[in-house]
């Protein structure tokens, strides 16, 4: 599949609904994937993998570490700016979220699949994960 959508045209993608830039996105995602210069499973090393995904233009923290959680496996990985996260934490400050998910290190993906599926404000002290 990586080979397919490396050789894509933009135009090809754009024709799916999706925007020129996100499709040139994944054209150079899996351009990277197909070459083997760039690895997605899991047991590689979640902070390198991040490091560079965040090369690749297009891709933020946020993807990375959506990346991380899904295609790594890595149960730390922590998309820290996504609005439903914040919204059903109820709406407190980016800075408070980071602080919040230190407390459920090593399973931050856990912590973030759990607010996801539950769109309701969560209460704060109610969300605690232990290892």
Known sequence: MPDQIASAS???IAKLGIISARARCLITLSQGVASGALELR?????????DRLVELPGIGPWTAHYIA??????????PRDDIAVRNNLGKISWKQIEAISESWRPRRSY????????PQTIEIEHVSFEV
């Open 42 to 50: 899991p047991g590689l090393n979640p902070e390198k993998t991040i």
């Open 10 to 12: 933009i135009d090809s």
């Open 69 to 78: 959680m899904r295609a790594l496996h890595w149960p730390d990985a922590f």
């Open 111 to 118: 912590a973030v699949l759990h607010i996801w599926k539950n």
